[in-house]
């Protein structure tokens, strides 16, 4: 595989404002932004309910019983994948957000208790042992468990996957994993606080800053944001959403020049 990107984008006038075009804003009055799916569907969670809004309708979920929802994954929004940390419990629901079924954790033959889960295609999810400190994959048709990671030292902040890789954000290091457990890449952590990714592009927030890595020194390049201080982020194919608490703002994005 290709070395992963970390790319990095701004807002404000820089010399990578070029690879940063403006295309939207709307007004959004949410908790959290999840983002936009292929289909042009916008996910949001408003008073821990999950909200669908397209074409063709506005659509729910929730289960007040579950708590919290700690995440959701729409890279498949036929099987989007909500997870429930508080009752280690994870909701797969379809494209109308009905629920098709449901995985608890707690119950399993095998406990585990996990503390991350999201989509990792082939009927299996990419989690995060809370009591090894390891990168999982599960099999949840055979009920098996593959560790990807060896265990980590400092505690989870962020993770962000796909089919093929996935990124995890400790305290102390981002690394990246494929499928086959190999480690492919490593960086320190620098402070940030969320990562979000596309493909083997990830960008990574610390307070108003977004940090770019390239592929080949892995030095950060660090632009402070100077207006519309991010809340929640989404990176797709061509662009880059920011959720700045009142307005998602769409920016289309080419890869910057070195």
């Not at 309910?49 to 979920?61: C, D, N, R, T, Y």
């Not at 099999?139 to 990671?149: A, G, I, L, N």
């Not at 190999?182 to 969320?194: I, P, R, T, W």
Request: charged residues 20%; aromatic residues 14%.
């Amino acid at each position: 595989m290709r070395a992963f990107y970390f790319l990095f984008f701004c807002i404000a006038q820089t010399s990578f404002g070029q690879d940063l075009k403006p295309v939207e804003s709307i007004p959004l009055k949410a908790d959290v932004f999840i983002g936009v799916d292929s289909y042009n569907n916008k996910y949001f969670i408003k008073t821990n309910v999950l909200h669908k809004q397209g074409s063709e309708g506005s659509f729910v979920f929730n289960d007040y019983q579950l708590g919290r929802i700690s995440s959701v994954d729409i890279i498949n929004p036929l099987k989007i994948v909500l997870f429930y940390e508080d009752v280690n419990t994870v909701v797969f629901v379809d494209n109308k957000l009905t629920e098709i079924e449901r995985i608890n954790f707690n119950n399993l033959p095998d406990f585990v208790n996990i503390s991350t889960a999201t989509n990792a295609g082939n009927n299996k999810l990419w989690i995060f042992n809370v009591d090894t400190n390891q990168l999982e994959l599960y099999d949840y048709r055979s009920q098996r468990r593959t560790t990807v990671s060896q265990p980590f030292a400092g505690k989870l902040v962020s993770q962000a996957s796909n089919f093929n890789y996935c990124f995890v954000l400790t305290e102390r290091k981002l690394r990246t994993f494929n499928v086959y457990g190999s480690l492919l890449a490593e960086v320190d952590a620098m402070g940030f606080e969320k990562i979000v990714q596309q493909n083997e592009n990830v960008i990574a927030l610390k307070a108003n800053e977004l940090f770019y890595f390239s592929e080949n020194s892995f030095k950060p390049i660090k632009i402070p944001i100077s207006e519309n201080t991010p809340k929640d982020l989404q990176l797709t194919q061509d662009l880059l959403y920011i959720y700045d608490g009142i307005n998602i703002l769409t920016y289309r994005l080419t890869q910057p020049k070195q």
